[in-house]
T-cell receptor
Framework: DAKTTQPNSMESNEEEPVHLPCNHSTISGTDYIHWYRQLPSQGPEYVIHGLTSNVNNRMASLAIAEDRKSSTLILHRATLRDAAVYYCILRVVNTGNQFYFGTGTSLTVIP | DAGVTQSPTHLIKTRGQHVTLRCSPISGHKSVSWYQQVLGQGPQFIFQYYEKEERGRGNFPDRFSARQFPNYSSELNVNALLLGDSALYLC????????????FGPGTRLTVL
């Protein structure tokens, strides 16, 4: 059973913000929310993670709903190099810190 | 600095055979996790090892096994291969099991005929 659900695909114009949604309605209080992205023929790459509060780093921002049942990855200005599959992941701490990937959102950036 | 390395890059096997995949973590990382990624899907967790001990196991049959060596490298073994085992097998390393970020290797593409 998937722990996260995401849209299959999204499109964005270059240099515009992108909001990638994720639902994780069965999240428990100790589960972390992670986002990774995967380029073709590469392994996934870390983007950002959070627990309860919104998070910012040099790559992106993560907005977490107050009830933690959903989150949104925000890319502030999409570039062509941001075209990838973005995975929303739950890191389940109480069963050994395991990562549970969703099916991912394929982001297309239009020049 | 070398990232996570995996060997071989590609592998073709036939049904019923067994396979061994290898992973070398980033220097200093003590935890290794294995994932199976079927085409078009997200990676599925198989195993996690830390300090040579299994710390987690996903919903995979006993045909799948793994181990971690004293130098923290790891092997994933799959016996009695099925067509459905065809996938990209990813290895990820982290400093320890509590560390937030996992670093993934490029994967081994296994094709079972």
């Amino acid at each position: 059973d998937a722990k996260t659900t995401q849209p299959n695909s999204m499109e964005s114009n270059e240099e515009e913000p992108v909001h990638l949604p994720c639902n994780h309605s069965t999240i428990s209080g100790t589960d972390y929310i992670h986002w990774y992205r995967q380029l073709p023929s590469q392994g996934p790459e870390y983007v950002i993670h959070g627990l309860t509060s919104n998070v910012n780093n040099r790559m992106a921002s993560l907005a977490i709903a107050e009830d933690r049942k959903s989150s949104t990855l925000i890319l502030h200005r999409a570039t062509l190099r941001d075209a990838a599959v973005y995975y929303c992941i739950l890191r389940v701490v109480n069963t050994g810190n395991q990562f549970y990937f969703g099916t991912g959102t394929s982001l297309t950036v239009i020049p | 600095d070398a990232g996570v390395t995996q060997s071989p890059t590609h592998l073709i096997k036939t049904r019923g055979q067994h396979v061994t995949l290898r992973c070398s973590p980033i220097s200093g990382h003590k935890s290794v996790s294995w994932y199976q990624q079927v085409l078009g899907q997200g990676p599925q967790f198989i195993f996690q090892y830390y300090e040579k001990e299994e710390r987690g196991r996903g919903n995979f049959p006993d045909r799948f096994s793994a181990r971690q060596f004293p130098n923290y490298s790891s092997e994933l073994n799959v016996n009695a291969l099925l067509l459905g085992d065809s996938a990209l097998y990813l290895c990820a390393s982290s400093l320890d099991v509590r560390y937030n970020e996992q670093f993934f290797g490029p994967g081994t593409r296994l094709t079972v005929l």
